[in-house]
């Protein structure tokens, strides 16, 4: 607190050694039950407490004017306090808000009780406001009970029983709020003192900045004269390890720690194992490095540490996800009825086909700037995109991982159908030689028929080809005489469906081949020996492992393609545009793998 006044307002020494008991002064002196204690006093305590007895140099006096009462207005209640003038200080007025009281109205049956019959409920309830006020705020050590005001009539035995009253109804540390008004008093006195003394002009800039940078200079220099002091007593005993070597201790503390831990955990997993040893069910790799169960296999990995292969584990893990939990087929075909077999897959190949008939018919092919592979020819594109997403698919059967979403949505089961079905297996093949026959058909086919009817429909054609098959599929699995528990995969439909639509359309009358001239060809001939021998193998009673009915449903969707194109006059158009009757299949295949080997080489210099 001796900090709050200047130093050049600062008491004598002896002044300032009893500057920290002010508070306690205030508390003892004011803040008591006896009746003395409210005697008036010709000067404010605050300025008495802090005004030095014997002072050993001049300072300035806090000389004070009697206290004139506290006012309190009716409506909002507030505590105008007036402050004596000091020396060098006018007088000023300091208006303070009143609150209610912790319960609110006291009864006017209690005021009669406390103030008797000539004071009025409104009176008293402002009264013992005013004196909780001075309570809770501190003021009481100041003010006392005296100064109420005259509107009020009270007298001071009656302001002193209601204080009684007041201190038994809600009791509070009248002394702390007392210590905590006069240190506030304190530096307020102290703080105003110093702002009128006109030597100190660099206070009219910025008076509380200046103020409070005074004060910090001040409590730096009384810390750096502690710690000298503090330096000279202790002397060598403050020298010790510095916090390097703190440092370096606590490294080596905490490396000793984790190598300590490691080897604890080494000889428990010794222990561990030596106990699943002596199971019988597990034994050591051949490089004693980890246990295995029988029949599992090691490997060196990359950085040249023993491996245990869970290829195994995890491949039963997958297959056991993908497979279906149904233990024979008549339990599977309990879990749904019919319609549920059939309706879903039914209006989702529906949507398909429309979409389908939708692209081809409003396609117009894309500015080159437009284009993925600008430097190919929209067949080749197409085909190109067709074979990476077969091959990719197929190459997704390898990781076992992806087995139980490949096993829902690329793979058609009549006994449990889904309708993404329809269209996933179309793209889908588990074994090489199934996707790389019919990628062969779907090169030799793909660029003569995208030629012939465009983008757009042979895209449709194609893909309403193959959801009609698996349509086909699953009717004649639920419905016929097909295999119920079987699952069907592959792009044969599809292709079927492209290869009958260009042999319907076609008006081709010889094919060159390479070494070998020219051949007459006959497509509408070629696609009926073809039908023929498909009816011929699906009527063979031994079993098959071929999609009978999808490859009709590919077949009937070529031909309704074709007799859409016919009848919208798709053979005048042809004719209009004079094509040529002769297929160059060497031709083809060269032009293709040219600009293959074009494309791949400008992006390799692109990179």
Known sequence: MSNAI???????????????????????RYCVTQCSSFTPAASSPVLSAIRSPAAPRPVRSFCTTPRIAAKAD???LTHQDIIPPQQGLPQQKRTVQIGHLPTGRVSDKQIRNIFGDRVSGHAGNSVLRILHHRRTSGSLADYGVDNLGDKYNVSRDQAIKALEWLRNRFPIDEARAAEAWAEKEANRIAYELWLADPENDSKYK?????????????????????????????GILRTGKSQFEIAIQEKRRQRLEEITKKAEEKEARAVEE??????????????????????????VDVFGREQVSRRKEEMEKAQKAAETPFKDPEEMLAQTTLTQRLYPMTAFVLVVCLVSFGFAHYYEPPAPSYRLWPDLAPSTATLAALLLTNTLVCLAW?????????????????????????????????????LLGNMMVLALVAPVAHELVGRGVFLGTYVSAGALGTL????????????????????????????????????TESIKIPFGGEVSFWPKMLITAFVAWEIAMAARKSPSTMDHASHFGGIATGVGVAGYLHVTGFHQRRAAADTEKTVDVGGLVKEEVSEVKDAVVKVVKKA
């Open 398 to 434: 390898r990781w076992t991982p992806f087995w139980p979403i490949l096993t829902r949505y690329f793979m058609h089961v009549p006994g449990y159908p889904r309708a993404v079905q329809a269209l996933g297996n179309v793209f889908s093949h588990v074994q090489y030689e199934h």
């Open 472 to 507: 086909a599929s699953l009717y004649w699995a639920n419905l016929g005489r097909g295999s119920i528990a079987a699952h069907s995969v592959g792009a044969s439909a599809a292709i079927w469906g492209i290869a009958t639509l260009y042999c319907l359309l076609t008006d």
């Open 274 to 299: 030596e106990k699943m040893l002596a199971t019988g069910e597990w034994v050591r790799t051949p490089g004693g490095t980890q246990l295995m169960k029988p029949g599992q296999d090691t490997y």
């Open 6 to 28: 200047p130093l050049a307002l600062r008491p004598a020494a002896r002044a300032a050694r009893q500057w920290n008991s002010v508070t306690s002064a205030f508390a003892r």
């Open 206 to 234: 910025d008076p509380a900045r200046v103020y409070r940078e005074q004060q910090k200079k001040e409590a730096e220099e009384r810390e750096q004269e502690a710690e000298q002091q503090e330096r000279s007593q202790y």
């Open 74 to 76: 009716d409506a909002s």
